[in-house]
């Protein structure tokens, strides 16, 4: 055996000992390119943004508890609680809220929530009959309808209310005027309400 071939024994084995330690570094430090440390299996803590909501019977999402614009008294125990009234750049305003029924029995909603409107009336039960009042600019809103006659607002519910549960509602409506900033609520069986707009 050459001094030769020793050498060049030794400089392939130095080189398969370095490709080797390289590749177990690389597995011991790469495996997590955001530098988080957190394995993307494992389950993420609750953001903020949840954790103010609360899931209704129904299972819907719930808006926040702390965002009341208004919380007026109906018939038997029913509140109508709302939450928000968004102004979006398509030029619609949507109302949102709940009903609760803070009564001891079942609460049977009004053929009047409805509205009057035959046609509309045939779609079933609805939230039709609600109303946006701008008292400064005396115009009245009314629900938006689509070219079947379908109100835009929350539709298909139970005909009762169970005691102690709530109906997650939405309404909406063309936007106001952008120099208007309050709005009444008008909705049969509950007292009128004026709301704040966002958006």
Not at 22 to 29: E, G, N, V, W
Not at 50 to 58: P, V
Not at 117 to 143: C, W
């Amino acid at each position: 055996m050459t001094a030769r071939y020793v050498r060049k024994t030794r400089r392939t084995g130095v080189a398969v000992l370095l490709v080797v330690t390289l590749a177990f570094s690389t597995a011991a430090c790469g495996g997590d390119d955001d530098g988080s440390g957190q394995d993307k299996g494992a389950s993420s803590p609750t953001t903020p943004r949840d954790s103010g909501k609360a899931k209704s019977k129904s299972g819907e999402t719930a808006p926040e508890a702390d965002t009341v614009l208004a919380n007026v008294k109906g018939d038997s125990g029913v509140e109508m609680v709302i939450t928000s009234a968004m102004r979006d750049s398509g030029g619609f305003l949507t109302v949102n809220g709940q009903f609760k029924n803070a009564g001891s029995g079942a609460y049977t909603t009004p053929i009047q929530w409805s509205g009057r409107e035959t046609a509309v009336a045939a779609n079933g039960r609805s939230l039709a009959a609600m109303t946006l009042v701008d008292s400064k600019a005396k115009k009245r809103y009314y629900v938006l309808r689509d070219t079947d006659n379908r109100p835009l607002t929350t539709s298909g519910y139970e005909p009762s209310i169970e005691a102690g549960a709530t109906l997650t509602f939405f309404a909406q409506f063309p936007a106001p005027e952008a120099s208007t900033h309050e709005v009444g609520v008008q909705f049969p069986g509950f007292p009128n309400a004026t709301i704040e707009i966002s958006g």
